[in-house]
């Protein structure tokens, strides 16, 4: 059964904190990908990988970066979390070529005081 | 710029009856589009696909419809069960951000028993 998991379901960070959220998969997947998810504005793309220290920018990669040392473990970093980070994040992972069925973890929610 | 749009934020359907979820995009050169299921406390789970080369896609009670002139697509399922009731998410990809999902805003579909 694939499995994307994800470090934490909930954390209460303050402002300008560095924060990490870590997602690991068991898929041997070559694809992971960073998402967003707030109301009224769906799921966006923060930042996507191809491959062990590869990274692309997403639409909204503004205030993160992203960590990808191996291939099962893609992190992603807020340098100085603000206010306007809190959300719901959701990391997912898919084969390489196949970038159409992602498949997602349960999702953290970060909500930064 | 939501260049995948869901215009209704809510859908409620009676059991046993058809649900139809809308999607409109605007770029034209999105040329794979998918819709995922969201329960609450999890992850999007992929539900259905349709490649811009088909007009319509079938799996079981679901059904989703493509009109490439109108850059709408649409999702059905017949017949709706309370177990349907969820968030639905339609995505789009193609042209130079091929590899990225583009989401739209979700529309939380109840179905009543």
């Known amino acids: 059964d694939v499995k994307v998991t994800q470090s934490s379901r909930y954390l209460v960070k303050r402002t300008g904190e560095k924060v990490f959220l870590e997602c690991v998969q068991d898929m041997d997947h070559e694809n992971m990908f960073w998402y967003r998810q707030d109301p009224g504005l769906g799921l966006r793309l923060i930042y996507f990988s191809y491959d062990v220290k590869m990274k692309e920018k997403g639409d909204i990669p503004e205030g993160y970066s992203v960590s990808r040392e191996k291939k099962e473990r893609f992190s992603l970093i807020l340098e100085s979390a603000s206010t306007n980070q809190t959300s719901m994040y959701l990391c997912a992972s898919s084969p390489r070529g196949n970038y159409n069925e992602q498949f997602f973890g349960p999702g953290t929610r970060l909500t930064v005081l | 710029d939501q260049q995948v749009k869901q215009n209704s934020p809510s859908l409620s359907v009676q059991e046993g009856r058809i649900s139809i979820l809308n999607c409109d995009y605007t770029?034209?050169?999105?040329?794979?589009f998918l819709w995922y299921k969201k329960y609450p406390a999890e992850g999007p789970t992929f539900l259905i696909s349709?490649?811009?080369?088909?007009d319509k896609n079938e799996d079981g009670r679901f059904t989703v419809f493509l009109n490439k002139s109108a850059k709408h697509l649409s999702l059905h399922i017949v017949p709706s069960q309370p177990g349907d009731s969820a968030v639905y998410f339609c995505?789009?990809?193609?042209?130079?951000?091929?590899?990225?999902?583009?989401f739209g805003q979700g529309t939380i579909l109840t179905v009543h028993p």
């Open positions: 770029n034209s050169m999105f040329d794979y």
């Open positions: 349709i490649s811009s080369i088909k």
């Open positions: 995505a789009a990809m193609g042209g130079t951000s091929y590899g990225k999902l583009t």
